[in-house]
């Protein structure tokens, strides 16, 4: 049983550009939410997709765009990269009707912009 | 808003000794509590979790956590550490019902293993 897949592994931008990240939730599982991890810190929230809706987001701007897929795959969009954007992005997913269900994290997509 | 602090940054233990990692949040109601651990270069792998009933949590790998709700804190421990313990572990909280909701995660500690 495969757990949740990210592509690609690492990624190296320039300012100004976009990017797009890609994660494959663990099978059986229908919710994809994105986390970005900052050197050095916690993951934050970035959104969460159901049934190919955005469901919540955080406190992202709406440079951070994302999509959810019929087979429930899942894609981050980040445009206009900004130096800040560097960091480690990780994709979780979980099933959304499970009561107390866990979110089994992807091993992320490490980009750099410079 | 809800918040996990994690007070200590950076630990170091020696094989063979016992661990505690400390935890606390601020919450206003009934948290729903976890601790993952990252390995270099990985994603997180979950430990344990906390949703209700006996307030000390088992977990994998031979980690335990005590939720006491008087202290706000989730301590994650370990009776003795081996030197594939060494990564980054983070506290979690997670304000609803469903686990699903976002995880509002501490800044994480840093643990080291020495000979």
């Known amino acids: 049983d495969a757990g949740v897949t990210q592509s690609p592994t690492h990624l190296i931008k320039t300012r100004g550009q976009q990017v797009t990240l890609r994660c494959s939730p663990k099978?059986?599982?229908?919710?994809v939410s994105w986390y970005q991890q900052a050197l050095g810190q916690g993951p934050q929230f970035i959104f969460q997709?159901?049934?190919?809706?955005?469901?919540q987001r955080g406190n992202f701007p709406d440079r951070f765009s994302g999509h959810q897929f019929p087979n429930y795959s899942s894609e981050l969009n980040v445009n206009a990269l900004l130096l800040g954007d560097s960091a480690l992005y990780l994709c979780?997913?979980?099933?959304?009707?499970?009561?107390?269900?866990?979110?089994?994290f992807g091993p992320g997509t490490r980009l750099t912009v410079l | 808003a809800q918040s996990v602090t994690q007070p200590d940054i950076h630990i170091t233990v020696s094989e063979g000794a016992s661990l505690e990692l400390r935890c606390n949040y601020s919450y206003g109601a009934t948290p729903y509590l976890f601790w993952y651990v990252q390995s270099p270069g990985q994603g997180l792998q979950l430990l344990l979790k906390y949703f209700s009933g006996d307030t000390l949590v088992q977990g994998i790998k031979g980690f335990e956590a005590e939720f006491k709700r008087s202290q706000s804190s989730f301590n994650l421990r370990k009776p003795s550490v081996h030197w594939s313990d060494a990564a980054e572990y983070f506290c979690a909280v997670g304000p609803s019902l469903s686990g699903n909701t976002p995880l509002v995660f501490g800044k994480g500690t840093r643990l080291s293993v020495i000979a």
């Open positions: 099978s059986g599982h229908d919710t």
């Open positions: 997709y159901y049934e190919e809706e955005e469901r």
């Open positions: 979780a997913s979980s099933l959304l009707q499970l009561l107390h269900d866990t979110q089994y």
